[in-house]
Nanobody
Framework: QVQLVESGGGWVQPGGSLRLSCAASGISFSFRTMAWYRQAPGRQREEVASISGPVGSSSTYADSVKGRFTISRDNAKNAVYLQMNSLKPEDTAVYYC????????WGQGTQVTVSS
């Protein structure tokens, strides 16, 4: 049974940091390109960052987060992470992980709220 479980979200003031985690189960994880997505209220889900498998030699970032967010992975734990620094109110959204191209069932996501 395929399952993606995101965690690590919360409320943070502008300029703060959060580290999101995603645990994957039921899939052959290591060689998949994984990605983080986010969906803000009233907006379409968008890809934020991706990281290639198996060793993460290639990563991509949306222009809006470049230089502030870092994606990483741990294949031994079937996990992918998103370190988010210098957070802005416009980063407020529900964050999800999935493969690049979103080929797996979506998890519940984790809410990130950036406000003062």
């Amino acid at each position: 049974q395929v399952q993606l479980v995101e965690s690590g979200g919360g409320w943070v003031q502008p300029g703060g940091s959060l580290r999101l985690s995603c645990a994957a189960s039921g899939i052959s994880f290591s060689f998949r390109t994984m990605a983080w997505y986010r969906q803000a209220p009233g907006r379409q889900r968008e890809e934020v960052a991706s990281i290639s498998g198996p060793v993460g030699s290639s990563s991509t970032y949306a222009d809006s987060v470049k230089g502030r967010f870092t994606i990483s992975r741990d294949n031994a734990k079937n996990a992918v992470y998103l370190q988010m620094n210098s957070l802005k109110p416009e980063d407020t959204a529900v964050y999800y992980c999935n493969t690049k191209g979103s080929t797996l069932p979506w998890g519940q996501g984790t809410q990130v709220t950036v406000s003062s």
